[in-house]
T-cell receptor, first 115, second 107 residues
């Protein structure tokens, strides 16, 4: 499809396990964002890429979280040694412009449950 | 203090009612403003941009007051299908979301 694609849609991880979440942005989109959304909360900013450059990672909650976008298209969010508080929906979004003021389009999210 | 603050609601209104949501932001240098809508277990989707001059899209009116760092969304003649969570979004170097205001429109 032409939208933002995320995988896996659902992931159950045992506490301490590492997980990798993938995002395929809309083709040609320069900007890519990752957000974490806990139940009943709004999306919380994690990190922002412009092409392959990670311009802002101030929202990553700990050094267990790592994101990359090596070729400026597909991005991976990795969470090491998962903990129960990591359970959330991880939303990826992309936009065509190089500045955050452009409309962003979200994927359906990766629902992570840590047990 | 969170960068973007919204009244979480919930707002429960009858069909046909007019309802208004407010949002405040802390960064006076913020550049762009949006309202997104999020349905249960779905991703957020753009509802409308917000401009200083105010803008209207059918039953929806959005306004921005830069001096007070305040954004509003007005929904007139509310419909059952307006039931959702409404997210206020503010951009500076990246996009920051409020926690959302939940609206339920009842018959």
């Amino acid at each position: 499809g032409a939208g933002v694609s995320q995988s896996p849609r659902y992931k159950v991880a045992k506490r301490g396990q590492d997980v990798a979440l993938r995002c395929d942005p809309i083709s040609g989109h320069v900007s890519l964002f990752w957000y974490q959304q806990a139940l009943g909360q709004g999306p919380e900013f994690l990190t922002y890429f412009q092409n392959e450059a990670q311009l802002d990672k101030s929202g990553l909650p700990s050094d267990r979280f790592f994101a990359e976008r090596p070729e400026g298209s597909v991005s991976t969010l990795k969470i090491q040694r998962t903990q129960q508080e990591d359970s959330a929906v991880y939303l990826c979004a992309s936009s065509s412009g190089g500045s955050p003021g452009n409309t962003i389009y979200f994927g359906e999210g990766s629902w992570l449950t840590v047990v | 203090r969170k960068e973007v603050e919204q009244d979480p609601g919930p707002f429960n209104v009858p069909e046909g009612a007019t309802v208004a949501f407010n949002c405040t932001y802390s960064n006076s240098a913020s550049q762009s403003f949006f309202w997104y809508r999020q349905d249960c277990r779905k991703e957020p989707k753009l509802l409308m941009s917000v401009y200083s001059s105010g803008n209207e899209d059918g039953r929806f009116t959005a306004q921005l007051n830069r001096a007070s760092q305040y954004i509003s969304l007005l929904i007139r003649d509310s419909k059952l299908c307006d039931s959702a969570t409404y997210l206020c979004v503010v951009t500076f170097n990246d996009m920051r979301f409020g926690a959302g205001t939940r609206l339920t429109v009842k018959p």
